[in-house]
């Protein structure tokens, strides 16, 4: 199939349905007048005929029911100016009176000229000899019959033809500037349609090599155009958002890879050199390291496999509630040591969902909020249940979240405070597997956050 630009589709679109309107159009158009001025030239022409009737028979009836020879030729000069001849019957059809021989061959030629020129004028052909008969009457009572003779099928005047001439160029002139019209107004709208989307297309291009930092202006009036423009606009944000992204997160992956890699590498090189005795307590540095290699591992392995949902959950029914306050024992120590309040308001409430899974998503957000909340702080958990569904929040008083750094706190590897979870021992993707179990439980979890103030996760689980 042969491609063209959408603007010369458009244009032959465009095209193509105007000559077909307009072909239609003047077609029909053309018919219709064709008809309408035969039928009226046809009743001029037969009330024409009636008028030399009453002209025959007034002569008749005035010259004592005789026929008057000179009367009958002036008449027939009349009727030339019309372009017909007659002749007279009797009621038993034998010739009463015709133009003699030379007279009619005269005639003929003459009729017979005006045919052919008025047939090249109106663009139809008048070869074909026509006769009209009617009667003569007198009180009811038929004296003869008169034959009348004209090149048709119609005996055209000069004038007529020229009019019906006139009015076919004068359509397609219309049709003409129909066409060009139409050709204008395909050119202007092709353009106005194919620039944005010849645009749409330059700006899709520089996005796929990687081009993410111009935005497309809107410059037309068609929403749906326009949606488009602000859809690709905001797929460059993401895509630009989502290159940073990928750039902290090799970065973010390579430091906590080259961390403990570089602590073991020199701790061992330092034994094999025996710079180093082999005590428990470097051995155990070295077993630490390796150990943390292991958990990172394990929780890109299991944020994987809760993403592509090959991580099964085994659902059972039990009290959220119970399984907070549990979880809350564990950590007694680390908020002892910080002087926390951590409490829970709530009640019993029954829920399906896996409970190892729940265990750890409330494990990484109390480690959290207890990380993030300086002595004497406030953390609350609030549990709840509507109609269908449970909600489940944690509350902190702690350092808070900056608003632009909200959207980004569930991607993997992802750091508030980089320096501060490093600190810590922080990997950046306890929220990533917290968001995973969530959403493969068909739950929902959002962030609130204000910087010094506090922040609040909150769950969201169908019933």
Request: charge should be neutral; charged fraction near 25%.
């Amino acid at each position: 199939m042969k491609k063209r630009s959408i603007k010369t589709q458009l244009i032959l679109s465009f095209l193509t349905i105007s000559i077909l309107i307009i072909g239609a159009l003047s077609v029909l158009t053309l018919s219709l007048m064709n008809n309408h001025f035969n039928q009226f030239v046809e009743e001029k022409q037969n009330e024409l005929m009636n008028q030399y009737v009453d002209s025959l028979e007034l002569i008749y009836q005035s010259n004592q029911h005789k026929w008057s020879e000179t009367e009958l030729e002036a008449l027939t000069q009349k009727t030339m100016e019309n372009h017909l001849y007659f002749s007279v019957d009797s009621p038993d059809n034998k010739t009463i009176w015709q133009l003699p021989k030379t007279e009619l061959k005269k005639t003929k030629h003459t009729l017979k000229k005006h045919a052919d020129k008025v047939s090249k004028t109106k663009g139809a052909t008048l070869n074909e000899e026509v006769v009209v008969t009617k009667p003569l009457k007198e009180k009811n009572t038929s004296f003869g019959q008169v034959n009348f003779y004209f090149y048709g099928p119609f005996a055209y005047t000069e004038h007529d033809a020229m009019f019906i001439s006139s009015m076919k160029k004068s359509l397609m002139t219309v049709a003409l500037v129909a066409l060009l019209v139409s050709f204008i107004f395909a050119s202007w709208i092709s353009q106005k349609l194919s620039l944005p989307l010849k645009h749409v297309s330059q700006f899709t291009h520089q996005l796929t090599v990687g081009k993410y930092t111009e935005t497309l202006p809107q410059e037309t009036s068609i929403n749906e155009i326009n949606l488009l423009i602000d859809s690709l606009n905001d797929l460059s944000y993401q895509l630009e958002k989502q290159a940073n992204l990928r750039k902290q997160l090799n970065s973010d992956i390579s430091h906590e890879l080259r961390t403990p890699l570089a602590t073991l590498k020199g701790n061992i090189e330092a034994l094999m050199d025996g710079i180093w005795e082999a005590t428990p307590e470097r051995l155990q540095s070295c077993y630490d390291e390796v150990d943390r290699l292991t958990r990172l591992v394990g929780n890109l392995e299991l944020i994987n496999k809760i993403e592509e949902k090959k991580e099964a959950l085994v659902m059972s029914e039990f009290d959220l509630y119970d399984l907070i306050q549990s979880i809350m024992i564990n950590f007694s120590s680390k908020i002892e040591e910080k002087d926390l309040r951590v409490t829970a308001e709530g009640k019993s409430l029954m829920v399906t969902a896996d409970k190892d899974k729940m265990n750890q998503v409330l494990t990484n957000l109390l480690s959290n909020a207890i990380k993030f909340t300086q002595k004497n702080g406030q953390i609350t958990f609030l549990l709840k249940q509507e109609k269908y569904k449970t909600i489940l929040q944690v509350k902190d008083n702690g350092m808070g979240i900056e608003k632009e750094q909200l959207p980004f706190i569930f991607d993997r590897f992802y750091m508030v405070d980089t320096s501060r979870n490093r600190e810590i021992g922080g990997q950046g993707i306890g929220l990533s597997i917290v968001k995973g179990v969530i959403e493969a439980h068909q739950g929902n979890i959002t962030v609130e956050s204000q910087l010094g103030i506090g922040t609040t996760f909150t769950i969201t689980l169908p019933n």
